[in-house]
């Protein structure tokens, strides 16, 4: 049974056998661990991550591929936007039955970055992640200081998760191909990361990255003195050059207030 990608869902589906089984690897899931694959589309990772063992759940938007995994019967459906299912019981389900959730997928592109944002909260609840992506979005993901990839985003994700891009896929791997290379990220939820609350450093971050060119005091500096200002944070800086602790230590000041 043929389908016919549908541009409003951005689905592009992976066809190379060998980076589908190379990618399968990297997950490695365990016989009877609980596995959420975001968007399994024909089942391109699907099927080599359940000749595995994996215990799958999928979410798919795509109403005729749902029914399509429905009649399957191997998997667990939720025909959902992404953005709106509940991980938290998807987490729950998983801890029930002594296991830390795990996710994969390969995310549609075009909003790629609100996933990413709506699982944040539940890293300390999940073992890891896995995810096929734009490689542009990677390279920003796992980006370093000093770098032009660095940015809100990579202080955002870095927070919370040891990353590592573990793979290069390119267009011709998928049918239709993609006007952009992709790359698969292996997120790993750090174990002590800094108890800063999440908005206070969301916006933080926003305002330092809000005009990267221009040094931190016209833009954060303001931002702070709103705020009472803090002590031995230097602002005579532009926000690519200030590393993920400094950001998480700056967070902790302004949220414990001045001395």
Known sequence: MSHIPRKRFGQHF????????????????RAGEHLVEIGPGLGALTEPLLRRGADLTVIELDRDLAARWRRDGRVRVIEADVLKVDFGALAAEAEAAGQALRVAGNLPYNISSPILFHLLPLAARVRDQHFMLQKEVVQRMVGAPGHKDYGR?????????????????????????????????RMVPLAAPAAVPPALLSELVQVAFSQRRKLLRHTLGRWLEARGGVGGFDLQRRAEEVPVAEYLALALQVQTGPP
């Open 14 to 29: 992976l066809v190379d056998e060998a980076l589908i089984e190379t990618i399968a690897d990297h997950v490695a899931p």
């Open 153 to 185: 985003l990579s202080v955002m994700l870095q927070w919370r998760y040891a990353m590592e891009s573990v793979l290069d896929v390119p267009p011709e791997a998928f049918d239709p191909p993609p006007r952009v290379d992709s790359a698969v990220v």
